[in-house]
């Protein structure tokens, strides 16, 4: 089994096995760039700063635009949910009341 990289951490200044950090978001549909994706250069973390800088990554409140973005995409999809659910409801409906015509004819 491969050893992780022992490597000086970027944060603490320690030698530890470091992971290179990569912010964990969805991506910018307005084209603000956070304070994550703006670095030149992703640091070299040990777990405990890692799990300080994810930490401080998820607190952190984005940017109104996209907040307010993410809010039109997810009300959309769900007013497309809906829609679907009684586009088929109607189908359904007006599959039953053709049946129904279909054997009212059939019937002598």
Known sequence: MDQPLEARCDH????????????????????????WCARDKQPLLCT?????????EENTPGHPDDEAMAAFFVQAAQNNGRILARQEADKTTCDGIAAATEQARDTP
């Open 12 to 35: 603490c200044k320690q030698t530890r096995p470091v992971f290179l950090y990569q912010p964990d978001h969805d991506f910018h549909l307005t084209g603000i760039t956070c304070e």
């Open 48 to 56: 405990r700063c890692f799990s300080a800088e994810t930490l401080r």
